[in-house]
């Protein structure tokens, strides 16, 4: 799966790896990518996938986590941190 950039409605925030902590006693690795936006802004899928889990996951709030299938292997892209739930629970996106 290439490089996700989620468009021009976005920009670089917390990357991948080590940084201060957030938050006094939260850790210290982040293990992902973030790409804050402003409220109300659309998320585009990284791949084409199917919404395999939305809800509040503790350390991410309201979160959606999208299942795509890349070279015969499953893949998981999850999108945290968001305004509001969201009911697309099973629904098929396409990329973009």
């Known amino acids: 799966m290439p490089i996700y950039n989620p468009g021009s409605g ?13 938050v006094p006693g939260a850790s210290t690795y982040h293990p992902g990518q973030d790409f804050p936006a402003s409220t109300g802004t659309s998320i585009p899928s990284a791949a084409d996938g199917t919404v395999y889990y939305s809800g509040s996951m503790a350390g991410y709030g309201n979160t959606v986590v999208v299942e795509h299938n890349v070279n015969v292997e499953k893949v998981y892209t999850l999108y945290g941190h968001l305004n509001e739930p969201s009911s697309l629970l099973h629904q098929y996106h396409q990329h973009g």
């Not at 917390?14 to 201060?20: D, I, L, M």
């Open 10 to 22: 976005f920009r670089p925030g917390s990357g991948y790896g080590p940084r201060p902590a957030p």
